[in-house]
């Protein structure tokens, strides 16, 4: 038995790592075990050290959101005010707010009320508390922000000023030219190593951050990111890999921004901000990314090394990416036009236009490699 299962184990080992999926024809593993320039080729146990890196970014995190980010939401005048107050405890209602609904209807509160002898306002009086305790104070939410936001403007001026001095973003074709025998660079190796150990400490931080309604979307876009980020690092596809992370983290802290200035309760801005964000999503993915990355990596790769397995997974998980940027976009503009609509506020002798800028706007969204955590609790209109 245990023979079988060792020989079951060696044959899906090494269906996983056969080089006929993972590289072109002609090309092996052992093609990667020179030292080549630099750092040398992409390794699968070069992901290994993310871990403590990833660990490091945690600890990291919690020093900056102690030590910076708190003082400077007392500073704008966010209160600490603490946890929600208990609500009476009763396990008939706790039960139906854990099990069945948070949210009763007529019928199931008059039946709570005859079962409880309790008054119906009181039921939903105790509802409406219970959920405000499962909701994150304004404090931590606004200190969660200002980190993803310092990280992703910090790592996306880290990926300008490095694609800036290398010759794949002035012309694409140089992604494919000598692939998959293209060694890594220091900052090439430093800025994927600094993406995946982020995104691995978002899954960390998953199960100790208080948990919220989009728990497990968020858990699945954070394990759908590594994963892309590692296939791409393994076989080498790290240039053109580069261009998707960086084309991706350009609206990423714009939409951090808004989030932090409607905390802070600057409407004006958190609106002005979101028209930014809404303008930059747009046109990096339904513009910059098709023509440019998935021109790359359709027509000129086919052009240049031709297709082999993963090479059809790699694009095909790209058009899926193309698929939802389409429907994030149609969202994202369907929701600030409707927003626009009813944001005119008429008050005599003028008309107020308002940006009533989304209440839980993003809350379901999901954005994929690399993208950010994007969960807006509440842009709403004030």
Known sequence: MATAAAGALGLLWGWLWSERFWMPHNVSWADFEGP???????????????????????????????????????????????????????????????????YPDEKRLEGLSKQLDWDVRKIQCWFRHRRNQDKPPTLTKFCESMWRFTFYLCIFCYGVRFLWSSPWFWDTRQ???????????????????MELAFYWSLMFSQFTDIKRKDFLIMFVHHLATIGLITFSYIN???????????LHDASDFLLEAAKLA????????????????????MVTR?????????????????????????????????????????????????????????????????????????????????????????????????
């Open 286 to 382: 339904l513009g910059i990314y098709p023509f440019w990355i998935l021109n790359t990596t359709l027509f000129e790769s086919w052009e240049m090394i031709g297709p082999y397995p993963s090479w059809w997974l790699f694009n095909g998980l790209l058009l899926i990416l193309q698929v939802l940027h389409v429907i994030w976009s149609y969202l994202i503009a369907r929701i600030a036009f409707k927003a626009l609509i009813r944001g005119k506020v008429t008050y005599p002798g003028r008309i107020r236009p308002r940006l009533c800028t989304l209440h839980s706007f993003l809350t379901s969204f999901l954005f994929s490699m690399p993208g950010g955590s994007w969960t807006v609790s509440s842009l709403a209109c004030i």
């Open 36 to 102: 080549g320039d630099g750092y040398g080729y992409p390794q699968a146990r070069h992901i290994l050290s993310v871990f403590p890196l990833a660990a490091g970014v945690f600890s990291v995190r919690l020093l900056f959101e102690r030590f910076i980010a708190k003082p400077c939401a007392l500073h704008v005048g966010i209160q600490d005010s603490g946890p929600y107050p208990s609500q009476q405890p009763n396990a008939i209602l706790e039960k139906v707010f854990m099990s069945i609904t948070k």
């Open 236 to 246: 080498n596809m790290v240039r053109v890999g580069t261009l998707v992370m960086c």
């Open 262 to 281: 409607n905390y802070a309760k600057y409407q004006r801005l958190c609106d002005t901000l979101f028209v930014i964000f809404s303008a930059v999503f």
């Open 175 to 193: 992604c494919w030219h000598s692939y998959p025998r293209q060694p890594l660079t220091s900052g090439l190796y430093y800025y994927y190593v």
